[in-house]
DNA sequence: TAAATAAATTGACGATGGTCAAATCAAACA
DNA sequence: TGTTTGATTTGACCATCGTCAATTTATTTA
């Protein structure tokens, strides 16, 4: 009577636990049935490539369970750390909304399962339910709106200022809800990819933790950050930053 | 007879010459009827703001003639010009399509005309019309695709790479089209807004545009550029890049 | 046209952060 | 457990770029 096993997943869209969390929400039954038949399930492994820059677009990805990087890189092998895609998050829907083909990489950070949805059930799920494409564009819109930040942030802000800024992002997003008071936490990444993450090296990020933690902001024990008061990253970020 | 002046634009969206470079070249002429009834037209001077970061969304501006920039600045008063909007381009729709507030701000550059389309009809068009809201998806889409390779070249690349790339992006928009060759151009920006678009102050402006001046690269006149070979700004851009 | 204001440039200086090489640490594996 | 491999850290160096102040050049305005 089990319909789903918690070794493979959910073996279809209706009863898949994440579905709620993504656009696919706002589908009928039948267009749920539409999005389950062009709908195939892949496992990677970490640093397996679900798609490369340059590729065509493939569709649309569910992320179910694991971590997906999404990477952009230069003709130098210089690169950047662009987002972290966890479950209920959508992946690949950049290139296939803008009819072009992938503009960045993505790769597993850890085992990944991912639910691919092929270019025309995606097409004609938008083309016939509006309030999808609404959710698109309400997703694509937020997300440029975070991009352009981001391009504020570093035209004006030191190395360190984004490191703060970007262990604030991950804490609310991945850790546990805490306003101030200590916090402790595990970094998602590796020093390498917290530095892409905020466009420096890592040689910087190494440097930069250290004198963090001699100024007793945070400590650090390989991937565990214990951060004594909250509010102090949020100074660091904001110099101006008063209660 | 003159159903338009020229000096004071079209009088309605019908007439428009502007619109057909718009997403509204989609809209029958019920739905245009409906465009046509929730627009009003605004004059700005140089200088004046049409909407600030943090301001609620009004609508969607429709530009007609002059230029606008879009800017972010942040707490400490440092800014970066992330757009220039010119006639057939829309302004504004990415807050009003995140649902959000505006995180930008927006102030004309050149003396402008602007059509405001309020937010109920944006709304009611794209719950109806479900080829407009296709239509924002591509270009929310490209554009964010666009910021993401910002992202990337401003953590790889020096000051006059970037400064390469925004000419090459300049003249590929607004200036005469040609691929190789002796190329002469206005830029359509100040040294100061020039810096802020690729994340840098005026004086490394003024100094990344001399040295390219005593390499030959270019001859600036005041806002007059001259390329001799526009592929040395290529070149500038991509250095491994060959024919 | 002269005076006033703003824009752009130049100079001097220093800090931030990138590069390269070596050393240390951690993890995977035989 | 010893070995190998990769990740991280550290050191030394210096180029790029930002900052501040002063000057020159344009642009307005009276």
Known sequence: MADQNPDQGSLNCFTCQTRDR???CVLDDAELQLLNKGRVTKEYLPGEVIFHEGDPCRGVFCLETGMVGVRKTDADGNSVLLYLVTPG???????????EDYRASAEALEPTRICVIDVPTVRSLLGHNPALGLRYLKRVSM?????????????TLSVRARFAHLLLVLIDKYGEKSTNGPTEFELPLSRHDLASMIG????????????MESDGVARFTGRIVYIPEIETLVQEFEPDHFV
Do not use: F, Q, V
């Open 22 to 24: 993504t656009e696919w």
């Open 89 to 99: 998050d959508t992946l690949g829907y950049r290139a296939m909304l803008a009819g």
């Open 200 to 211: 420096t090296t890592p040689e910087s990020m190494s440097r930069t933790i250290k004198k």
């Open 143 to 155: 997300s440029l709106g975070n991009a352009e930040e981001k391009i504020l942030h570093n035209a």
